[in-house]
Antibody, heavy 119, light 108 residues
Framework: EVQLVESGGGLAQPGGSMRLSCAAS????????MNWVRQAPGKGPEWVSH???????YYADSVKGRFTISRDNVKNSVSLQMNSLRDEDTATYYC?????????????WGQGTTVTVSS | EIVLTQSPGTLSLSPGERATLSCRAS???????LAWYQQKPGQAPRLLIF???SKATGVPDRFSGSGSGTDFTLTINGLEPEDFAVYYC?????????FGQGTKVEIK
């Protein structure tokens, strides 16, 4: 079964850091791009970051310079290091698989992990 | 950055009716890299349509996508009770997969 499982969410203070992880199983991980998408309470999804099969990386302007995406094709995992957190980073963060090695069209999603930034 | 604008914000329809959802892009998406997702409360989005026209695995035939350039449409022919949800379009032309703000399809 193709599956993505996120972990690492919780409560962080403004200006703090948090690292999210996503464990993938049931498919050849290195052959697909991976994405992080977040959704603030009551809002639509916001694409956050993309790393393709060869490691090429893209970020939304709202997180560029603060967030870092990485992947480990041996451990079949993707991570999102979030620094300088702001109140507006509060959201459910989803890990999602791209349909191909380079696509940001996402066909498999995790269940999400909640990040709350508050003092 | 390509901005997607969806309309209407809310569509109130009865089961069995046809739903027509619009997504307009701020610039032409020449590669047809336009997707539609369905989201129900408490769930992750689910891919319905990719490449403007193609249905994802397991998506019923009543769902169809169309469009080109800057104007795209999701049509649901004969709404079933499980189709009442929020629908988002997404462009992935640039590997920056921006979403529209969503259309809620609610029971009239």
């Amino acid at each position: 079964e193709v599956q993505l499982v996120e972990s690492g969410g919780g409560l962080a203070q403004p200006g703090g850091s948090m690292r999210l992880s996503c464990a993938a199983s049931g498919f050849t991980f290195s052959s697909y791009s991976m994405n992080w998408v977040r959704q603030a309470p009551g809002k639509g999804p916001e694409w956050v970051s993309h790393i393709d099969g060869s490691g090429k990386i893209y970020y939304a302007d709202s997180v560029k310079g603060r967030f870092t995406i990485s992947r480990d094709n041996v451990k079949n995992s993707v991570s999102l290091q979030m620094n300088s957190l702001r109140d507006e980073d509060t959201a459910t963060y989803y890990c999602a698989r791209g349909k191909t090695a380079t696509s940001a069209c996402m066909d498999v999603w995790g269940q999400g992990t909640t990040v709350t930034v508050s003092s | 950055e390509i901005v997607l604008t969806q309309s209407p914000g809310t569509l109130s329809l009865s089961p069995g009716e046809r739903a027509t959802l619009s997504c307009r892009a701020s610039q032409s998406i020449i590669t047809y890299s336009l997707a539609w997702y369905q989201q129900k409360p408490g769930q992750a989005p689910r891919l319905l349509i990719f490449g403007t026209f193609s249905k994802a695995t397991g998506v019923p035939d009543r769902f169809s996508g169309s469009g080109s350039g800057t104007d795209f449409t999701l049509t649901i022919n004969g709404l079933e009770p499980e189709d009442f949800a929020v629908y988002y379009c997404q462009q992935y032309d640039t590997s920056r997969g921006t979403f529209g703000q969503g259309t809620k399809v609610e029971i009239k």
